[in-house]
């Protein structure tokens, strides 16, 4: 932003590459982080594992015990280890290069209202060579 600030996070499907859920915030902490889980898992049930990186918001006991006390297998990413995380790394790179660079946000509503048209272009138009050029929501739904 010009001034200050805003984090996102986001929960993708591995398999489809399809976003379950994302939000922004000012302060990147375990509660936001848990929240968006939270919705992820309200909108789309409940992962066997869920995969993060060691940031302080990921290794905190508010969000580990959550994801634990769900009966989710928790992994996380190894110390210096970038290929760990290159789905999500290449979802930010996204972002940023077909949205956010191209489309400066003058504030966080703008931001918010160029990330939820972002998102749903992403699940619901955008063909990716990684999945053989399909959308990741048709492949989210062959997958159900």
């Known amino acids: 932003m010009q001034q200050g600030y805003l984090y996102l996070v986001a929960i993708i499907d591995l398999h489809s590459r399809y976003v379950l859920n994302w939000s922004v915030s000012n302060s990147m902490d375990a509660q936001w982080c848990r929240e968006t889980l939270e919705e992820a898992i309200g909108g789309h049930g409940t992962p066997e594992i869920l995969n993060t990186d060691q940031g302080s918001q990921f290794t905190a006991e508010e ?37 956010i660079y191209l489309n400066p946000p003058r504030d966080g509503m ?34 159900a």
């Open 63 to 99: 969000f580990a015990n959550y994801v634990l006390g769900q009966g989710i297998r928790l992994s996380m990413d190894g110390k210096g280890r970038a290929t760990d995380n290159a789905f999500i790394e290449r979802l930010w790179r996204n972002v940023k290069y077909e949205k």
């Open 110 to 143: 703008d931001l918010y209202l160029l990330l939820a048209e972002y998102f749903d272009y992403y699940n619901h138009e955008r063909r990716h060579q990684s999945i053989d050029y399909e959308r990741p929501i048709d492949l989210f739904k062959r997958a």
